[in-house]
């Protein structure tokens, strides 16, 4: 079982839609949740980190924890063609003592149509 | 400017044939890492530093080395590069790096890799 699993999609929404973005992780100790944005050929770059379950909004940008399902999701509100990009979910994972291990997963493509 | 910059760009080379990737941030992280991007894989973690001198394998460590003799500087060495090595490599920098930290991960423009 891969620690961190997202579905590769492609996603299709059409522009000023919700899109919804998942992911499961499998470490029960994991802490800390991020998701990255990768444009295609870029770095990735952080939209938004969670540590409490529940939701943590940010402008159109909601992320949503569910520690107990092991389960954090994104959604993006009114959706634009600009949101067009790969989507990183990320981890904090456990090291030996200390280290911050972030395991990604391999990321959802989100087409927004217009 | 606060960045993390990565040398070369683009690389192509052939096999054997010893390489360095330059990796260096100007925030005064104390946590580096670096990742290579393969379709289908996402992002694995090769090597991390939690600081000057002090280095520690990632999930795929064979075939690479590290170094960190300045706090600034992480430079991602293959001695005897191969085709499978081929890949987008990532290097990235946080403050502390701390197990359950929320110190964000900024990451370079990345180095595209070709092994032939």
């Known amino acids: 079982q891969k620690e961190v699993e997202q579905n590769s999609g492609p996603l299709s929404v059409p522009e000023g839609a919700i899109a919804s973005l998942n992911c499961t992780y499998s470490?029960?100790?994991?802490?800390?949740f991020f998701w990255y944005r990768q444009y295609s050929g870029k770095s990735p770059e952080l939209i938004m980190f969670?540590?409490?379950?529940g939701d943590k909004e940010d402008g159109r940008f909601t992320a949503q924890l569910n520690k107990a399902s092991q389960y954090v999701s994104l959604l993006i509100r009114d959706s634009q063609p600009s949101d067009s990009a790969t989507y990183l979910c990320?981890?904090?994972?456990?090291?030996?003592?200390?280290?911050?291990?972030?395991?990604f997963g391999a990321g959802t493509i989100l087409r927004v149509k217009s | 400017e606060a960045q993390v910059t990565q040398n070369p760009r683009y690389l192509i080379t052939v096999t054997g044939k010893k390489l360095t990737v330059t990796c260096s941030q100007n925030?005064?992280?104390?946590?580096m890492s670096w990742y290579r991007q393969d379709p289908g894989l996402g992002l694995r973690q090769i090597y991390y530093?939690?600081?000057?001198?002090?280095?520690d394998k990632g999930d795929v460590p064979e075939g690479y080395k590290v170094s960190r003799k300045e706090k600034r500087n992480f430079p991602l060495i293959l001695e005897s590069p191969s085709p499978n090595q081929t890949s987008l490599y990532f290097c990235?920098?946080?403050?502390?790096?701390?197990?359950?930290?929320?110190?964000?991960?900024?990451f370079g423009p990345g180095t595209r890799l070709t092994v032939l």
């Open positions: 530093s939690m600081n000057v001198e002090v280095t």
């Open positions: 990235a920098s946080s403050l502390f790096g701390r197990a359950g930290g929320s110190d964000t991960q900024y």
């Open positions: 470490d029960r100790g994991s802490q800390s």
């Open positions: 969670i540590y409490s379950n």
């Open positions: 990320a981890v904090n994972g456990r090291t030996k003592e200390y280290g911050n291990k972030l395991v």
């Open positions: 925030m005064n992280h104390e946590y």
